[in-house]
């Protein structure tokens, strides 16, 4: 009995899986920072106004700041390899929150474009690569549904901060309003951050379910590079879709408030229908992550 070796059964989990805590931590984030940045419909207004600017040309920061994160992003991802997502979100989480006190500030158009394309933009580029692969790494078992569950956070925030921007735009004004978002953004992801760590090993454990299920990861695509995936037509055919659907909802994201004050909607009315855009689109998230496993396919796509 003394020569008796205690192990964990295979499969069987610790009393306390941190990983949850990595899952709740991340979903919080994508909340916080997705529900902030999707806030931009309701601020259009106050800008024309202020500023006499057209529609055109003010919409056209929050297009450049897709371009802009989209293409961070890959740089991002390998930057979490190697250094981890606490590292990462610290660091875009501060640029954020750095970006909307700047944007109270803002009086010129390059300013716009410059706090919002760029600075608001680089941000959010540590924002979903980061997470979701940062998640897969701690799952096995349930990897489509904690993906599901922190891509879920971007809905509740569209969901969320929209009223509240508008309630704060009509006690304050919107100068204000932005250095209360970013004071929020700067504070709160970067204390929530330090929670995050870059997989179980970190913390002496195994990812969930890693002796019950041998597909995924282990399932013979995890040599699969960037460029090998890019010339497969599911990957092509996913890059298209998410396109296609980002182009026509970041439009109405854009819009809709504004378009709805014109029809003779209240601000706080337009700012419910914007949040109910976000809002609906929670449970496709998650039903479509976790049956389709589209999340984890994109994950070993791009990693």
């Avoid at 978002?181 to 913390?203: F, M, Y």
């Avoid at 014109?262 to 976790?290: E, K, M, P, Q, Y």
Wanted: hydrophobic letters at 55%; charged letters at 10%.
């Amino acid at each position: 009995m003394a020569n008796q070796k205690v192990s964990q059964s295979p499969g069987a989990e610790p009393r306390f899986f941190y990983g949850y805590i990595v899952v709740m931590a991340a979903f919080f984030i994508m909340l916080l920072m997705w529900g902030i940045f999707f806030t931009f419909g309701v601020f259009f207004k106050p800008f024309l106004t202020e500023f006499g600017w057209t529609r055109a040309v003010t919409s056209g920061a929050f297009s450049l700041s897709w371009i802009t994160q989209g293409l961070l992003a890959i740089v991002v991802g390998r930057v979490n390899d190697r250094l981890g997502p606490r590292i990462v979100i610290t660091v875009c989480g501060s640029i954020l929150g750095l970006g909307y006190l700047l944007m109270s500030q803002i009086s010129t158009l390059w300013q716009l474009y410059l706090f919002y394309a760029v600075l608001i933009a680089t941000g959010m580029s540590g924002t979903f690569v980061p997470l979701t692969s940062t998640v897969a790494r701690w799952f096995v078992k349930r990897r489509g549904m904690m993906t599901g569950i922190v891509v879920a956070g971007t809905g509740i925030g569209g969901l969320i901060a929209p009223p509240v921007a508008n309630w704060l735009i009509s006690i304050y004004d919107w100068q204000v309003s932005y250095i209360i978002l970013g004071s929020i953004a700067l504070v709160v992801v970067v204390l929530v951050a330090q929670l995050l760590r870059r997989d179980p090993t970190q913390v002496g454990q195994m990812p969930y379910g890693e002796n019950k299920e041998e597909t995924g990861l282990k399932g013979g695509t995890e040599a699969f590079s960037l460029k090998e995936a890019a010339s497969t037509m599911q990957f092509r055919l996913i890059f298209s879709m998410f396109l296609c659907l980002g182009f026509c909802m970041n439009t109405i994201l854009v819009h809709i408030a504004p378009h709805a004050t014109d029809l003779g909607f209240s601000a706080a009315n337009a700012a419910n229908i914007l949040a109910t855009v976000g809002g609906v689109g929670v449970i496709g998230r998650v039903v479509l992550l976790i049956e389709l496993g589209i999340g984890r396919f994109l994950l070993l796509a791009l990693f």
